[in-house]
């Protein structure tokens, strides 16, 4: 589905992501963790199609087709869905009227008629209980005033709405109480299929008790360093990150 | 046909020719004397003046305009030519054709409440005490040249009546419409007057569908009276050869409540000066405003809030979405006088600028002389929020659309202070067409005005 080779990325000059490969296939979920500032969110904007990022170096190809010849627009209509470390406030556009463009926009894209006014808010009603988010919050501007762990779940209600084939959802988890990270992990368990995959991005292993993931990657200085299967993230927990740094400057030495 | 060096001329060689016909109403001829006196004296306005620093008048006047102090239309049928856009919009309507009031066979309307919807012609010689008791009370012919020569000529207008206690069941539509062949002068004097207690809703509408130059002097003073309450509403949708200087004056008693939304969707040269006098204590005064300007449009917003009473809130947004050449010019004062302590005074204006060329001049004065008060101003000038564009376009939505959206957003803000609903609903969709350059001036001028060529006024979102 997914398929990254050397990839590079500058921002203003500064080399962020260094060489990244990662293969993902349908039905598979993949956790990447790995220290602050390594890239993680960079990588992630970079496959959504943020601007200004250069791509250096490297490919992207998503089921098969090459990912920088897409506007952002038409890889989310393709399939791909960013779930943002920080979604965006938006002052003004209701979530309502947020949701019922992009949902025209994919069908349009589709071929498919936009949807009556009532057919899409019995859509919303259905898709807002996946992640049980308050009714009040819909005629809300997007994101306006919400606490951290409204926003993070409101990803999670796009992302139903959207039903993409491939989210990434970064740090989703954090800021979320035990409550909210059980309702939105089951929000996502929901929505796996063996036709879609996930590339959860996060910092702590408990996430990962819910959301059980088939690889783990660590992100280290914008590539992966090591791979694993969901008990790297046990090793991570318990042992932090010093021991595979410690294990790279052995192996470059 | 003579020829005159200027505009000034003609208008105070026409004054002296028609003097004696101009002074009939007796209780207006030393009036009309001392404005024109002041107008000679002041002249039209320059760019050496403070308040009219960034906006030049010279295109303006440098057009031969016909100066109207007769009637020419007669009893013509406005509706055979006019309707308001806002069909679900039930209103008490009073029209002026080319500065006169149109329908002649009934020059004066009363509500069984008492409120009477008037000519301002009719209502000199019906109520003359009335009238006397404001007319002219609130403007300032001494040092506003527009205003003096607006008094020195005014023939007509709407006069508005409202006693006290009367909540004015529909909201009263002043129409003002200029549809001519020639080049014209009109000024329009309205007089509104809202007994203590009552209330009022009133929207004044400006649609200019001459293709010919036109300038539109108009003068309106508002007198909210004790615990009274007045939702002012004006539309400008004018053609882009149409000059206005709309000048409104409100004057607040204690406890009163205004709200004033200025809406402008297009016009060739605007210039709004909009003055509150807050004389009283314990009032509340909204100014809100949206203008949507492009092409070579020019659109100047000064506003004068004057707080002379302690205890009083005033609260002041204006946004603006400025493409192509297009000029916007912002002046926000408020002066807290030494007698109004515990003011509150909040002046915001923000400004999306879409091209390089576009400008906007934005300066808030504050003046304050009292020392126990809250005030606070300011003014942005900015693009879009990038950020807010990508995650938009992460959900799918294009980029002219998520601009859309943003824009729409932006003026938001203003619009869902508009408490009459079909109002509110039709300007979200004026807008709306607005921002997507749909919609020229409004769908009835397409319709309506006899020009061949549909007149399309992008807003050009590659430029955002
Ligand atoms: N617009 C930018 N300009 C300059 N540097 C940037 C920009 N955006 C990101 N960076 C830098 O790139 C690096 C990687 O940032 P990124 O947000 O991808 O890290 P991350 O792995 O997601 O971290 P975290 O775990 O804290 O979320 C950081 O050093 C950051 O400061
Ligand atoms: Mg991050």
Redesign the pocket.
Known sequence: MLSIKNLKVS??G?K?INGFNLEVKAGEVHAIM??????????ASAIAGKENYVITEGSILYKGKNLFDMAPEIRSREGIFLGF?YPVEIPGVSITNFMKTAVNEHRKYKGLEPLTGSAFLKLMEEKKKVVELQAKLSNRSVNEGFSGGEKKKNEIFQMAMLEPSLAIL??TDSGLDIDALRIVANGVNKLRTKDNAFIV?T?YQRLLDYIIPDFVHV?YDGRIVKSGGKELAFELEEKGYDWIKKELEEKST | METYKNLKDKILETYSVNSAFLNQTNFLTGIRDKAITHFDTLGFPHNKLEDWRHTKLTGVLENDYSICIEDSDGNVDVNKFFHCDITDLNTYTAVLLNGWFAYKNTPITKLADGTIIASLTHALKEFPEIVKKHYGKYCDIEKNAFEALNTAFALDGIFIYVPDNVIVDKPIQIISILNKKENILVQPRNLVIVGKNSQLKLVHCDDIFSHTPTLTNSLTEIFVDENASVDHYKMQNNDNHSALIATTYFHQKANSKLSSNTITLNGGFIRNNTNVAINGENCETNLYGIYLVDGNQIIDNHTFVDHIKPNSTSNEIFKGVIDNQAKAVFSGKILVRKDAQKTNAFQTNKNILLTDEATINTKPTLEIYADDVKCSHGATVGQLDHEALFYMRSRGISEDNAKMLLMYAFTDEVITKISIEPLREKICQLVNKRLKGELSICDQCVMHCGCDEAVVFNIDMSKI
Do not use: A, F, R
């Open positions: 921002i203003n500064k962020i790995g220290p602050n500032g390594t890239g993680k969110s960079t990588l470390q970064d740090e991005i910092h992100m």
